[in-house]
């Protein structure tokens, strides 16, 4: 997902001169290509990303559109404050983009992950959240938050995310997009676990059991019509977030069956008000917290049984 990110990104870089690239000291080789071809529109704010925040509001009052780009746990969590009153209050065009959303930093813990980032973000008013589920997701991600006037967050994951499209990628601020169809229960899934949930369902189709995935990759504005639409055919309804089940799309599809009375029951599978535990690769640490394709196979089954 980084590759795509940096891919859109310096081709935005090159057609508008308004863009500019503030970085955190990430020091990949795609940051020092972006420097090397735009030295002008690229700025390096150190490991210093409170203050990265607050300059990318002072440059989007200038008229420039910052790109703010750094882990997701460090921009979410310890630049919230400015992000909220430095860039929403104020409305300002700029984007947020988080490197490494859920349990991606594996080996590093949970003061690295980030599970809880669409509870707290999700509230602020004027910000678009949107969440990619693969590399091509990202760039179309990337290309609508640039069109956008506005805030936008884009969380993504970090890298060797499975491409789950073929040739087309149809993505649309504010639509969810289904993956699979099945009639056995509708699964809701945002971010790279849909891999995963794609392979479980492969396993449940041998058993008959047929699944229909739904990728949400905009949190916010949300998709309340899609919910209230698929409620009216389906009644077993599933959420799938490598995230905090409390807040997340979970509760975003419990705030729409609640409001609107809807006759369908919902499983949320996710973290379930913890942190996550356990180091390792990524799939070893989605493993120990219960969202490894087996996991989300045997909760599916059981819950359905």
């Not at 639509?175 to 949930?197: C, D, L, P, Q």
């Not at 599809?253 to 973290?271: E, F, H, M, S, Y």
Request: net charge negative; with cysteine; hydrophobic share 35%.
């Amino acid at each position: 997902m980084q590759k795509a990110y940096i891919t859109s990104l310096y081709n935005i870089l090159k057609a508008d001169k308004n863009v500019i690239s503030c970085l955190s000291d990430s020091g990949t080789d795609y940051d020092e290509m972006i420097a090397r071809e735009f030295p002008d529109q690229c700025i390096n704010f150190g490991i210093s990303e409170n203050n990265k925040v607050a300059a990318a509001a002072g440059l989007a009052s200038c008229g420039k559109i910052p790109f703010v780009y750094t882990t997701n746990a460090f921009l979410a969590y310890r630049s919230y404050e400015f992000i909220r009153d430095d860039i929403c209050l104020q409305n300002y065009n700029v984007k947020l983009i988080g490197m490494g959303c859920g349990l991606s930093w594996s080996t590093l813990g949970s003061t690295h992950h980030t599970t809880e980032d669409i509870s707290v973000l999700k509230a602020i008013p004027n910000l678009t959240i949107l969440s990619p589920a693969s590399p091509k997701e990202v760039e179309k991600c990337v290309e609508s938050a640039y069109k956008i006037k506005g805030p936008v967050y884009i969380r993504m994951g970090m890298s060797n995310e499975l491409e789950i499209y073929g040739n087309e990628c149809h993505f649309e601020v504010g639509k969810n997009r289904v993956i699979k169809e099945g009639k056995s229960a509708t699964v809701f899934v945002t971010g790279s676990i849909i891999s995963n949930v794609i392979a479980a369902s492969e396993k449940l189709a041998l058993e008959n059991i047929n699944l229909k995935i739904v990728n949400i990759s905009t949190i916010k504005p949300f998709d309340n019509l899609f919910i209230i639409e698929e409620s009216k055919h389906q009644s077993n309804l599933f959420s799938v977030e490598e995230h905090n089940i409390i807040g997340g799309i979970g509760s975003s599809i419990a705030d729409v069956i609640a409001t609107n009375n809807l006759p369908c029951k919902l499983t949320k599978i996710g973290l379930n008000d913890c942190f996550a535990h356990g180091y390792g690769t990524y799939e070893e640490i989605r493993k120990m917290n219960g969202l490894d394709v087996d996991s989300i196979y045997k909760k599916i089954k059981d819950n359905l049984n």
